[in-house]
């Protein structure tokens, strides 16, 4: 048995790496419009300017990165099987102190919900970008809406990618090791992906 086995092509973690600092970048330049507490993010950027020109051209390459990544994984993303409506019952196991073993693939239901929920924001949050963009080229209203509507769907983004990055991190050590350098344990995969491992290595978990 490998000791290693590889869940991310060099091109899917750069791919996740570009959604990952445009993310970040957005959120950075971001706030300071929102709110003048946070206007001394803006010096990072050198100024109020720079900043706006630097949350638009993140904004695109956010938009176009988060939903090529999307639709690279989306079938292991957007179909859910009956081991994971188990997985949905239990609530994959958080909330019980018994060790739970579930028949999990590629993905738990919480990162395909996740994955879908970020394809979605992405999208909200580009079309009202571009009504922010170009306040007097729509009605007043749509504009209003689009403000509104666009710094609701990134708090809520963040709060996802704080969790997003909890799990990915120190709540289930091994994790990171897919992201940064392609491979990961066996023994992290039997733990968590036991079907994937199976798919995988045609070997009985
Ligand atoms: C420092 C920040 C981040 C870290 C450390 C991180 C880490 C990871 C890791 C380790 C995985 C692979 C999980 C696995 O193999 O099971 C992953 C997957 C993924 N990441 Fe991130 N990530 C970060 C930021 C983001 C951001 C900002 C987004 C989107 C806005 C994002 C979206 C995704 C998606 C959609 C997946 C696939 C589904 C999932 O595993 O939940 N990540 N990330």
Redesign the pocket.
């Given at each position: 048995m490998s000791k290693y086995i590889e869940?991310?092509s060099t091109s899917e973690r750069v791919l996740?790496?570009i959604?990952?600092v445009s993310?970040?970048t957005l959120l950075l330049t971001g706030l300071g419009l929102y709110s003048t507490l946070f206007h001394g993010y803006f010096t990072l950027f050198g100024g109020g300017q720079n900043a706006i020109l630097i949350h638009k051209i993140s904004g695109i390459l956010?938009f176009l990165s988060?939903l090529y990544?999307?639709f690279n994984?989306k079938n292991d993303?957007s179909t859910f099987d009956q081991d994971d409506k188990e997985w949905v019952k239990a609530k994959g196991g958080y909330l019980s102190r018994d060790a739970s073993h579930f028949n999990i693939g590629?993905?738990?239901p919480?990162?395909?919900l996740?994955?879908i929920f970020?394809?979605a924001?992405?999208l909200v949050l580009g079309m009202t970008g571009i009504f922010i963009w170009s306040p007097t080229a729509f009605p007043r209203w749509i504009v209003q809406l689009s403000l509104m509507t666009h710094g609701l769907i990134f708090v809520c983004?963040i709060m996802?990618?704080v969790v997003?990055?909890y799990?990915?991190?120190i709540g289930?050590p091994g994790?990171?090791?897919?992201?940064?350098y392609g491979d990961?344990r066996s023994l992290w995969a039997k733990r968590?992906?036991p079907k994937w491992y199976k798919e995988v290595t045609e070997e009985k978990p």
């Open positions: 869940r991310f996740h790496w959604v990952t993310f970040f956010f988060s990544m999307y994984h993303v590629k993905y738990n919480g990162q395909k996740f994955a970020i394809a924001a992405t983004s996802f990618v997003h990055v799990l990915a991190t289930n994790t990171i090791e897919a992201m940064l990961v968590h992906h």
